[in-house]
């Protein structure tokens, strides 16, 4: 069963910086995508990067492009979301989810695409 565990939210200042974990256990193969998605008071739920773990393809939206970076650490079996320059309108309930797939060109990268879902860790940014 995969399992996706989220850590390091919090509050943070506008301008400030935040660095999430997602904890990913019982792929039974390689060929899958991690995403992080967020939700915000109000607003439907929508991605912010996702990662394929076979081809290390990326996807980030023009939000957060040059703010937000993925990396991971395989030995650790965690995907972290560095969180640079952040703004207000930032804050949201920020998920851990995946999906099955090679690359992330082409794939569904939104909600409806993932299977799996971490339960989430808060991210509030102050003005």
């Known amino acids: 069963e995969v399992r996706l565990v989220e850590s390091g939210g919090g509050l943070v200042q506008a301008g400030g910086s935040l660095k999430l974990s997602c904890a990913a256990s019982g792929f039974t193969h390689d060929d899958y995508i991690i995403a992080w998605l967020r939700q915000a008071p109000g607003k439907e739920r929508e991605a912010v990067v996702c990662v394929s773990n076979s081809d290390n393809s990326t996807y980030y939206p023009d939000s957060v492009k040059g703010r937000f970076t993925v990396s991971s650490d395989n030995a650790k079996n965690t995907v972290y979301l560095q969180m640079d320059s952040l703004e207000p309108e930032d804050t949201a309930n920020y998920y851990c989810?995946?999906?099955?797939?090679?690359?992330?060109?082409?794939?569904?990268?939104?909600?409806?695409?993932?299977?799996?879902w971490g339960k989430g860790t808060l991210v509030t940014v102050s003005s």
């Open positions: 989810a995946a999906t099955w797939g090679r690359t992330v060109f082409g794939a569904l990268v939104g909600p409806a695409g993932m299977e799996y």
